[in-house]
């Protein structure tokens, strides 16, 4: 495991070296950018609800490795236990939170 970080909803979520590495060789520009992604979990601009059961935490950096950027960060919550799917950057946040956003800031 790599480390781990407290939901909104008070849930511990982990990201796992296996995780880690699908996020990095999906998205190179990822590289780097673990604390952007347990931020965005802790700290989210908003929570939109995924398509199953899953939720994703959406927060705005004016200064990403590659730019001005929306980080996604998309993981499981159980009742006591959570873990990281997948990490991306975006410029168009619209179309993810159209989905319906659960919680905002």
Known sequence: MIGSVV????????????????????????AG???????TIEN???IVQGEKNELIAM???EKTSISEKNMVVIYKETKDDGFILTAFL??????ISKRGVVWKK
């Open 44 to 46: 989210p601009d908003y």
């Open 59 to 61: 927060r705005h950096y």
């Open 7 to 30: 939901s909104k909803n008070g849930i511990e979520i982990r990201l796992t070296a296996e995780r880690w590495s699908h996020i990095v060789e999906a998205h190179d520009y990822m």
């Open 90 to 95: 975006t410029s168009k946040p619209d179309k």
């Open 33 to 39: 950018n673990q604390d952007l992604v347990f931020e």
